[in-house]
């Protein structure tokens, strides 16, 4: 067991460089299909940060409508529940349609790039719909 130590030592030394982070490639001028998944994934978890943060404010304008209509009468409120159901049901539409967008390439290298496209995609078109929402829950 002794003896393995020295080597064990000697292969975790030469193979900590190789398990490096790598560098963030340049997303303007990525070519290589490792550089394009990268750069597919970093736009679309920009865009669900977009998302994520919409939705919060959206999150406070149903309260604040739910508040309004439930003192009118609190058969009228659910405006929030009614949020939360639609966007249980959007995640399982973008997951679903986005699965099949990979199938273009299922198994490629390219598939997750065409996945993360359409999560992109996908998302930038809620967050627009979550903001029409919220503007004509203020007016």
Do not use: H
């Not at 009614?82 to 539409?93: D, F, P, V």
């Not at 065409?114 to 996908?122: F, H, I, Q, R, Y």
């Amino acid at each position: 067991m002794r003896a393995a130590a020295p080597a064990l030592s000697l292969l975790l030394c030469c193979t900590a460089p190789a398990n490096a982070q790598q560098p963030e490639p340049d997303c303007r001028k990525a070519v290589s299909q490792m550089d394009l998944n990268i750069c597919a994934d970093q736009d679309y978890r920009a865009a669900d940060a977009e998302l994520n943060k919409t939705y919060r404010l959206v999150v406070a304008a149903m309260q604040a409508t739910d508040k309004e209509l439930g003192d009118i009468d609190a058969a009228y409120a659910g405006a929030l529940e009614a949020l939360k159901k639609a966007q249980r049901a959007w995640i399982g539409y973008r997951d679903g349609q986005c699965e099949l967008a990979g199938f273009e390439a299922r198994g490629g290298s390219m598939e997750p790039m065409l996945v993360s496209g359409c999560l992109a995609e996908l998302t930038r078109k809620r967050t627009a719909e979550l903001k029409e929402l919220m503007e004509s829950a203020e007016n």
